[in-house]
């Protein structure tokens, strides 16, 4: 099982950015899919689950209309769509998968948002 | 929304039993799950509903629940244990997923 974010980079305060997490090594539609992130030097903060068929689908609720999540099965991808970045943004954006019951069984690495003034 | 509680710290020597606890409300009656995180990488989940093991985690890692409070118990500690600890559960009111503020494991 392997999860690879990728996207992050140094962007403007107003910008977007779109978040990619490639998944290999499993049947990635069987699956549900998390975003957390980890602002620098502070706690996991979950931000947004998505089922195959989207039929399950959450966001948290401090970032609806500015976040989105989606996925393409068929690239076997989780995407995070962030508008209107804010400095408070800037952290370590993980994908991870539901390992059914709740918890979180694989990671990737991560990749690292920095919102600039 | 849910709160977990942590303590920010906690300090143990090489050998000895190290206990980090998380508070929440009725936590008793939740499906409670541990991360290890190492600094610089990613979570590892160490323990998933309540007391379950993945593979390769060693058996010195256990947890427990009751009422009010989780508990993860590390039996044995190495200094390669030393890490940030988080618990999770899942707000079913809300569907969210919710992370303790984690605690930082010293091997002292």
């Known amino acids: 099982v392997q999860l690879v974010e990728s996207g992050g980079g140094v962007v403007q305060a107003g910008r977007s950015l779109r978040l990619s997490c490639a998944a290999s090594?499993?049947?990635?539609?069987?699956?549900?899919l998390h975003w957390v992130r980890q602002a620098p030097g502070k706690g996991l903060e979950w931000l947004a689950l998505?089922?195959?068929?989207?039929?399950?689908?959450s966001l948290k609720g401090s970032l609806i209309g500015r976040f989105t999540i989606s996925r393409d099965d068929l690239k076997n991808t989780l995407y995070l769509q962030m508008n209107g970045l804010k400095i408070e943004d800037t952290a370590m954006y993980y994908c991870?998968?539901?390992?059914?019951?709740?918890?979180?069984?694989?990671w990737g690495r991560g990749t690292l948002v920095t919102v600039s003034s | 929304s849910y709160v977990l509680t942590q303590p920010p710290s906690v300090s143990v020597a090489p050998g000895e039993t190290a206990t980090i606890t998380c508070g929440g409300d009725?936590?008793?009656?939740?499906?409670v799950h541990w991360y290890q995180q190492r600094p610089g990488q990613a979570p590892v989940l160490v323990i998933y509903?309540?007391?379950d093991r993945p593979s390769g985690i060693p058996e010195r890692f256990s947890g427990s629940n009751s009422e009010n409070t989780a508990t993860l118990t590390i039996s044995g500690v190495e200094a390669g244990d030393e890490a940030d600890y988080y618990c999770?559960?899942?707000?079913?009111?809300?569907?969210?997923?919710?992370f303790g503020g984690g605690t930082k494991l010293t091997v002292l």
């Open positions: 509903f309540i007391n």
């Open positions: 090594g499993f049947t990635f539609n069987n699956y549900i």
């Open positions: 009725y936590i008793g009656t939740e499906m």
């Open positions: 991870a998968r539901d390992r059914e019951g709740g918890s979180l069984d694989y």
């Open positions: 999770q559960v899942w707000d079913s009111s809300r569907d969210y997923w919710v």
């Open positions: 998505l089922s195959h068929d989207e039929s399950r689908k």
